[in-house]
């Protein structure tokens, strides 16, 4: 029999049964593919990109049912999560979220007891001693861990005002009990000086330094500032330096402290000069140092324009300074010394650029250290070359009076434009040249006063340095410039003052006759005068030999991409910086100020790490250059408390 069909109404009810069952079946799970930018975003999503907790820790928050109570009270939900690890049914996971809440919650309200907590947490984490395994360089926490750590123990460890780090023997409340943090005021003391004034640099935006480099590891990354030491005649750590130091707040057997109310620590600090890595579970840490940020904080504010300008129009600016030679950091017995001299108008701040590529380089930084010559640069050459020769030659004599520091006699000096004039005149030995040049009679023969004969008999029967070994003119004008051959420049020049000792040498001279000397009737004595092409310094020097046992090296600075023959750097032409007898020339497309040039800045690297391999030919204790990561894996710390 044939059964009667349905109704249409039932048929229609039917159907739309069927569509809403289907659809309550359907997943609620889906994907969607997106580009690597957002799949970044998403694994790098933590409390310090997004200010938000990361998955890893909304996973531990979820498995534990804590995560409306952290947003409604993450005190609270902080202290059952505490718990569960107190228990023993927490580990490694709960450690992180605790550091990851810490920090989230220490930024919102909680302020300094959980930045510390965080720290301590994150410590734990990293360093779990014999009761865990340590986390994997390859998971995404270990990275995001240390920066808590260090960012914690950063503004946890911050003054009242919070302009600066307090570095000293403290107790602070934590979350959970109270931190007692030691300290050891010796170690303040850095080559005869005392530290003091220590300012958080990982925070600072740096302009005017093309780039940033920086340590990454485990610590809080420093700027420290340093009390006046005893002063040493030719040599002397600049009274204004800052140096980048680490502090490191190592917690012993920090899984089983964290349980308990009361946490021992003790606060260590590292200056970069002396040491790189630490031992942490007998395994070695590096320390994050924050080189560039240091060095850019020391020179924020200096009255640059005043200095160099000043320094060329007033002839005496620089008497009543200590030293005109002055180091970042005490002598490091072992360490070349590389002297870096300004040009014309200018000081030793032009030589920020290199000195920041240099540096981040461990090759450099573990085998040299940095010196810098300033000088009045309108004064005459001669002169100034005379005082940087008396600098160098008392640096040594202060620093090794007994002649046992075989680095200490590899120097390098690098100087630029002018600079490199008193460079060349500190390895030459001119014999009676430049006197026969500027005098007609010899010295005991002219009418001169005593003081005057000597100072100029000083300045102009040049001898070279004994501790120099290699020279770098970098765009020097050895044949002159002709820049400062025109009227400008020349009307410039007549407005400089003349130091007083230079002027009654000066004046003295004026009353010689044209039997006695060549400069009878001269109007100028200064630099400039000096470098115009023709003067007799420059056509004197051009022709004397640099030392035999000195190395030279000339980089070239040549504008546009015409013929480097006839080229020139706006200031300098190419044939008055071309000297034979050099061991090497290299010429770069730059404008006079080639010292922050790239490319000026890795041929000096090349010579430097060159001369480091020559010199420990001669010096048999010393191995080859350390190279990549390798370097500076020597300077760990051995404090393993």
Same mark, same amino acid.
């Given at each position: 029999?044939?059964?009667?069909p349905f109704?249409?109404?039932?048929t229609?009810?039917?159907?739309l049964?069927?569509?809403v069952l289907a659809?309550g079946c359907a997943?609620a799970?889906?994907?969607e593919?997106?580009?690597?930018?957002?799949v970044?975003r998403q694994?790098?999503?933590?409390?310090?990109?997004?200010?938000?907790?990361?998955d890893?820790?909304?996973?531990?928050l979820?498995?534990?049912?804590?995560?409306?109570?952290?947003?409604?009270?993450?005190?609270?939900?902080?202290?059952?999560?505490?718990?569960?690890?107190?228990?023993g049914?927490g580990?490694?996971?709960e450690?992180?979220?605790l550091a990851?809440?810490s920090f989230?919650h220490?930024?919102e309200?909680?302020g300094?007891?959980?930045?510390?907590?965080?720290?301590?947490?994150?410590?734990a984490?990293?360093?779990?001693?014999?009761?865990?395994q340590p986390?994997?360089?390859y998971?995404?926490r270990?990275?995001?861990?240390t920066?808590?750590?260090?960012?914690?123990?950063t503004s946890?460890?911050a003054?009242?005002?919070?302009?600066?780090?307090?570095?000293r023997e403290?107790r602070h409340?934590l979350?959970?009990?109270?931190?007692?943090?030691?300290?050891d005021?010796?170690?303040?003391v850095w080559?005869g000086?005392?530290l003091t004034?220590?300012f958080?640099?990982?925070?600072?935006e740096?302009?005017?330094?093309d780039?940033?480099?920086?340590q990454?590891g485990?610590?809080?990354p420093l700027?420290?500032?340093?009390?006046?030491?005893?002063?040493?005649?030719?040599?002397?750590?600049?009274?204004r330096?800052?140096?980048p130091v680490?502090a490191?707040l190592?917690?012993p057997?920090?899984?089983?402290q964290?349980t308990?109310?009361?946490?021992?620590?003790?606060l260590?600090?590292y200056?970069?000069?002396?040491?790189?890595?630490?031992?942490?579970?007998?395994?070695p840490?590096?320390?994050?140092v924050?080189?560039?940020?240091?060095?850019?904080?020391m020179?924020?504010?200096?009255?640059?324009w005043?200095?160099e300008? $000043?320094?060329? @129009?007033?002839? =005496?600016l620089?008497d /009543?300074? +200590?030293?005109? &030679?002055v180091a970042?950091?005490?002598?490091?017995?072992g360490?070349i010394?590389?002297v870096?001299?300004?040009?014309?108008?200018?000081s030793?701040?032009?030589?920020?650029?290199?000195?920041?590529?240099?540096?981040?380089?461990?090759r450099?930084?573990?085998?040299?250290?940095?010196?810098f010559?300033s000088?009045?640069?309108?004064?005459?050459v001669?002169?100034?070359?005379?005082?940087?020769?008396d600098?160098l030659?008392?640096?040594?004599?202060?620093?090794?009076?007994?002649?046992?520091?075989p680095a200490?006699?590899?120097?390098?000096?690098?100087?630029h434009s002018q600079?490199g004039?008193?460079?060349?005149?500190?390895a030459v030995?001119? $014999?009676p040249? @430049?006197?026969? =040049?500027?005098?007609? /009679?010899? +010295?005991?023969q &002219?009418?001169l006063?005593r003081d005057?004969r000597?100072?100029?008999?000083?300045?102009?029967?040049?001898?070279?340095?004994p501790?120099?070994?290699?020279l770098?003119?970098?765009?020097?004008?050895?044949?002159?410039?002709?820049v400062?051959?025109n009227?400008?420049?020349?009307?410039?020049?007549?407005?400089?003052?003349?130091?007083g000792?230079?002027l009654?040498v000066?004046s003295e001279i004026g009353r010689?006759?044209d039997?006695?000397?060549?400069l009878a009737?001269?109007?100028?004595f200064?630099?400039?005068h000096a470098m115009?092409p023709g003067?007799l310094?420059?056509q004197?020097?051009?022709h004397?030999?640099i030392?035999?046992g000195?190395?030279a090296?000339?980089i070239?600075?040549?504008?546009?991409?015409?013929p480097v023959?006839t080229?020139d750097d706006?200031?300098?032409?190419?044939?008055?910086a071309?000297?034979?007898g050099?061991?090497?020339?290299?010429?770069?497309?730059s404008g006079h100020s080639?010292?922050?040039?790239?490319?000026t800045?890795?041929e000096?690297?090349?010579?430097l790490?060159l001369?480091?391999?020559?010199?420990c030919?001669?010096?048999?204790?010393?191995?080859p250059?350390?190279?990549?990561?390798?370097?500076?894996?020597?300077?760990i710390?051995?404090r393993?408390r």
């Amino acid at each position: 029999m044939r059964r009667p069909p349905f109704p249409r109404g039932f048929t229609v009810a039917v159907l739309l049964a069927a569509t809403v069952l289907a659809e309550g079946c359907a997943s609620a799970v889906s994907v969607e593919r997106v580009d690597h930018v957002t799949v970044h975003r998403q694994l790098t999503h933590n409390v310090l990109s997004a200010h938000a907790l990361s998955d890893p820790s909304h996973n531990v928050l979820r498995r534990w049912s804590l995560t409306d109570r952290f947003l409604a009270q993450p005190e609270n939900a902080m202290a059952d999560l505490r718990a569960v690890v107190v228990q023993g049914r927490g580990g490694a996971d709960e450690i992180f979220a605790l550091a990851e809440m810490s920090f989230l919650h220490a930024e919102e309200r909680g302020g300094r007891p959980y930045y510390l907590a965080s720290a301590l947490y994150a410590y734990a984490f990293l360093f779990p001693g014999s009761v865990d395994q340590p986390p994997s360089p390859y998971d995404p926490r270990f990275r995001l861990a240390t920066d808590l750590y260090n960012r914690g123990l950063t503004s946890g460890l911050a003054t009242e005002d919070r302009t600066g780090i307090a570095i000293r023997e403290a107790r602070h409340p934590l979350p959970f009990g109270e931190l007692d943090v030691g300290f050891d005021p010796r170690e303040l003391v850095w080559g005869g000086r005392q530290l003091t004034g220590f300012f958080p640099v990982a925070e600072l935006e740096v302009h005017g330094l093309d780039a940033r480099y920086r340590q990454p590891g485990i610590g809080a990354p420093l700027a420290a500032g340093t009390t006046q030491g005893t002063l040493a005649k030719g040599f002397q750590v600049a009274p204004r330096v800052k140096t980048p130091v680490t502090a490191l707040l190592r917690i012993p057997d920090p899984r089983s402290q964290i349980t308990g109310g009361q946490v021992r620590a003790q606060l260590e600090l590292y200056p970069s000069s002396d040491t790189e890595a630490v031992l942490i579970d007998r395994r070695p840490v590096p320390l994050e140092v924050e080189y560039t940020s240091t060095l850019a904080y020391m020179l924020d504010g200096m009255p640059v324009w005043e200095f160099e300008f $000043g320094g060329f @129009l007033r002839g =005496a600016l620089l008497d /009543k300074m +200590p030293s005109r &030679l002055v180091a970042l950091e005490p002598y490091r017995s072992g360490r070349i010394p590389v002297v870096f001299v300004h040009g014309t108008a200018s000081s030793p701040v032009r030589w920020a650029e290199m000195l920041n590529d240099l540096k981040s380089d461990p090759r450099i930084r573990d085998h040299f250290q940095f010196w810098f010559f300033s000088y009045e640069t309108g004064n005459p050459v001669p002169y100034s070359a005379l005082l940087l020769r008396d600098a160098l030659q008392d640096a040594v004599a202060a620093l090794d009076p007994s002649g046992q520091e075989p680095a200490l006699h590899e120097m390098v000096v690098i100087g630029h434009s002018q600079g490199g004039l008193l460079t060349k005149m500190v390895a030459v030995n001119t $014999g009676p040249r @430049l006197w026969n =040049a500027a005098f007609r /009679k010899p +010295p005991d023969q &002219l009418q001169l006063d005593r003081d005057t004969r000597d100072l100029l008999t000083r300045a102009l029967f040049v001898k070279p340095v004994p501790s120099v070994k290699r020279l770098v003119f970098i765009a020097t004008p050895h044949g002159g410039s002709y820049v400062a051959g025109n009227r400008i420049s020349q009307l410039v020049a007549s407005l400089v003052r003349l130091p007083g000792r230079i002027l009654k040498v000066t004046s003295e001279i004026g009353r010689l006759d044209d039997a006695s000397t060549a400069l009878a009737g001269q109007t100028g004595f200064g630099s400039v005068h000096a470098m115009t092409p023709g003067s007799l310094l420059v056509q004197t020097l051009a022709h004397t030999p640099i030392a035999e046992g000195v190395k030279a090296h000339s980089i070239i600075a040549v504008r546009g991409d015409g013929p480097v023959e006839t080229g020139d750097d706006g200031v300098v032409e190419y044939k008055s910086a071309h000297i034979d007898g050099v061991e090497s020339e290299y010429v770069v497309r730059s404008g006079h100020s080639t010292q922050s040039d790239p490319r000026t800045i890795e041929e000096v690297r090349r010579i430097l790490l060159l001369h480091w391999e020559e010199s420990c030919t001669k010096r048999t204790e010393c191995g080859p250059p350390v190279s990549g990561a390798n370097a500076g894996a020597r300077r760990i710390a051995s404090r393993t408390r």
